[in-house]
T-cell receptor, first 111, second 114 residues
Framework: TQLLEQSPQFLSIQEGENLTVYCNSSSVFSSLQWYRQEPGEGPVLLVTVVTGGEVKKLKRLTFQFGDARKDSSLHITAAQPGDTGLYLCAGVGGSQGNLIFGKGTKLSVKP | DAGVTQSPTHLIKTRGQHVTLRCSPISGHKSVSWYQQVLGQGPQFIFQYYEKEERGRGNFPDRFSARQFPNYSSELNVNALLLGDSALYLC?????????????FGEGSWLTVV
């Protein structure tokens, strides 16, 4: 069974601080996706990483895919209250090619 | 262009009842997947359909069923509702069955079973 472990589960920080969220697995994934979900809404895709060692930047967000394609990280620089939400990592896995999600990291950025 | 649309957005059902949730994929997308997200958890895969055929099924009981129509829209049906079925049900669409395709989610249907 492929599992994705996310840490930390909860994160509460002040505006302007930096943070990193981790997504780890013992399994290899062909790609990993990061989503942000706000209360009452569906997940919104932030980025897809495909190549081991790949780094992608989206404004203040930096995503990295591990060399072995088993782990990924999301780093946010100078967090803002608008970054508040649930961050989910998901890997395409299994024999059915479905997304396997981590439990998410709930981020709260206080002004 | 419209994204993935789901209906209804919220509904309340009683234990033992049946529910039907509906989903329209992004125009041009032929694959639809359903996920269940219980409060505080990540989404769990229920079904994937492509070209009206079931292509994948997660670890859910037979009370859960789905189908895809010729226009690629989809329905998720849940029979004999239990309190534990209370969750956000997410529909996602992608171009086709290939695992390399990006998956886009709708805003979900909130089901409360009382």
């Amino acid at each position: 069974t492929q599992l994705l472990e996310q840490s930390p589960q909860f994160l509460s920080i002040q505006e302007g601080e930096n943070l990193t969220v981790y997504c780890n697995s013992s399994s290899v994934f062909s790609s990993l996706q990061w989503y942000r979900q706000e209360p009452g809404e569906g997940p919104v895709l932030l980025v897809t990483v495909v190549t081991g060692g790949e780094v992608k930047k989206l404004k203040r967000l930096t995503f990295q895919f591990g060399d072995a394609r088993k782990d990924s990280s999301l780093h946010i620089t100078a967090a803002q209250p608008g970054d508040t939400g649930l961050y989910l990592c998901a890997g395409v896995g299994g024999s059915q090619g479905n997304l396997i999600f981590g439990k998410g990291t709930k981020l709260s950025v206080k002004p | 262009d419209a994204g993935v649309t789901q209906s209804p957005t919220h509904l309340i059902k009683t234990r033992g009842q049946h529910v039907t949730l509906r989903c329209s994929p992004i125009s041009g997308h032929k694959s639809v997947s359903w996920y269940q997200q219980v409060l505080g958890q990540g989404p769990q895969f229920i079904f994937q359909y492509y070209e009206k055929e079931e292509r994948g099924r997660g670890n859910f009981p037979d009370r859960f069923s789905a189908r895809q129509f010729p226009n690629y829209s989809s329905e998720l049906n849940v029979n004999a509702l239990l309190l534990g079925d209370s969750a956000l049900y997410l529909c996602a669409s992608s171009l086709d069955y290939s695992s390399g395709n990006t998956i886009y989610f709708g805003e979900g249907s909130w089901l409360t079973v009382v």
